[in-house]
């Protein structure tokens, strides 16, 4: 059977063509680390990848938002206990001034004490994180929470101007989770601190008298009731990043499990790659040759 030139050349230019094209293949997957070049040169393959990457990039954004929520949480807590501390001192200024026994000096001097109290428990209402927003005004983070009107009779100044909404962020799938608490009985709390250093600085002042026992008593009951609630926020902003810990480390689990199911997927088997890429390159080297051997070739060498 005959074959003519221009057939001849025709089928050894197209074998030449295929042969580059599966080295040139080879060698852009050896470039990359990537078994697949396009989604046509395995669309399972391909449409598994896309689903593993989607849910690392969901995995990676529920991580980065359990990591800012505990820092905020965190933030929250060293703010709640500090308050503690300071109501805890003016507690104790509370049941050192129901002492009877105290003068009407001892009793005014604890004013100065109760004052600076109340403004660090004012200052502590008014955190505001790295951003400027505030902690503790609900869903309303740029309103100051309490504020102070020196136009009010004392006992009635301090107010909280937040709400009580909750600041949810994802963090996991249909999952949410706070990221503030309010401190709205603090306002009561101040309004009474200062009632009652206004009643310790009147002349003559003592426990003694009944108005005064009656304000100073009130005050503690404020105080025992305040720290309790506090105390319980606190408890709950640790019960919380507990469950976050725990969330974090199954998200990193997860993680772990979709790295390694995309390195078997996607990634290139070097070894694989380099025995195809000697073959490829031997079978074009020897396509080459028979073409020019044969392509040298005449009938007139026969004759």
Do not use: C
């Amino acid at each position: 059977m005959r074959i003519s030139t221009t057939q001849y050349h025709s089928t050894m230019s197209s074998t030449l063509q295929t042969a580059s094209s599966r080295l040139e293949t080879v060698m852009q997957q050896m470039s990359t680390g990537q078994k697949l070049l396009l989604p046509s040169d395995d669309p399972i393959t391909d449409v598994r990848l896309s689903r593993l990457n989607r849910e690392e990039s969901a995995v990676k954004q529920y991580r980065d938002n359990i990591g800012a929520l505990k820092v905020r949480l965190s933030q929250n807590e060293v703010s709640l206990d500090s308050m503690n501390s300071d109501m805890m001192s003016a507690r104790d200024l509370m049941v050192w001034a129901l002492d009877g026994g105290n003068s009407s000096e001892d009793v005014a001097a604890m004013t100065s004490s109760l004052k600076a109290i109340g403004d660090s428990l004012f200052y502590g209402a008014n955190a505001r994180d790295q951003e400027g927003r505030y902690l503790f005004s609900g869903t309303k983070t740029s309103t100051q929470p309490i504020v102070y009107d020196a136009t009010q009779p004392v006992g009635s100044r301090y107010s909280y101007q937040g709400n009580l909404g909750q600041q949810q962020v994802a963090v996991g799938n249909g999952v949410t989770q706070s990221a503030n608490v309010t401190v709205e009985e603090m306002a009561a709390m101040l309004n009474q601190l200062e009632a009652t250093g206004s009643a310790l600085s009147a002349p003559g002042a003592s426990a003694n008298v009944p108005a005064t026992r009656a304000q100073l008593t009130a005050t503690l009951d404020t105080i025992d009731t305040t720290m309790g609630q506090f105390s319980s926020k606190i408890a709950h902003l640790g019960g919380m990043q507990n469950i976050l810990e725990t969330l974090d480390g199954n998200f990193a689990n997860v993680s772990l499990s979709n790295q390694q199911a995309l390195i078997d997927l996607g990634q290139l088997d070097y070894g694989d790659a380099v025995i195809k890429l000697n073959g490829y390159t031997q079978a074009a080297q020897a396509t080459q040759k028979a073409y020019a051997r044969v392509s040298q070739l005449s009938l007139f060498d026969v004759i």
